[in-house]
Nanobody
């Protein structure tokens, strides 16, 4: 499966953005999906995940209550709605797919098999 992330940009603190990740080559219904981010000088970190059926949606503590992950299997797309953005949310955001069945998405980078190219989110203060 190939993943293509989009929707990043420059936004003021307190604003919102919605990221999209479109899949091609295979239906996303076969995968657990996740969003990760990487700020300059930092390791890639987990942001949010969503199970096959969308029932399990773990979030990093830093984004809980502000970000919402969702998936539309009919459109082969996963979304990340980001609200109340903070300057510390500035990073390149990546979508990823895990081909193993899991009831709860993993938070570990190494578990995910396929990655999109990343989209830059910059939050100004």
């Amino acid at each position: 499966v190939q993943l293509q992330a989009s929707g990043g940009g420059l936004v003021q603190a307190g604003g919102s953005l919605r990221l999209s990740c479109a899949a091609s080559g295979r239906s996303i219904s076969d995968y657990v999906l996740g969003w990760f981010r990487q700020a300059p000088g930092n390791e890639r970190e987990f942001v949010a995940g969503i199970s096959w059926g969308g029932i399990s949606t773990p979030y990093a503590d830093s984004v809980k209550g502000r970000f919402i992950i969702s998936r539309d299997n009919a459109k082969d797309t996963v979304y990340l709605q980001m609200n109340s953005l903070k300057p510390e949310d500035t990073a390149v955001y990546y979508c990823a797919a895990d081909r193993r069945w899991r009831s709860v998405p993993s938070t570990h980078v190494d578990v995910y098999d396929y990655w999109g190219q990343g989209t830059l989110v910059t939050v100004s203060s």
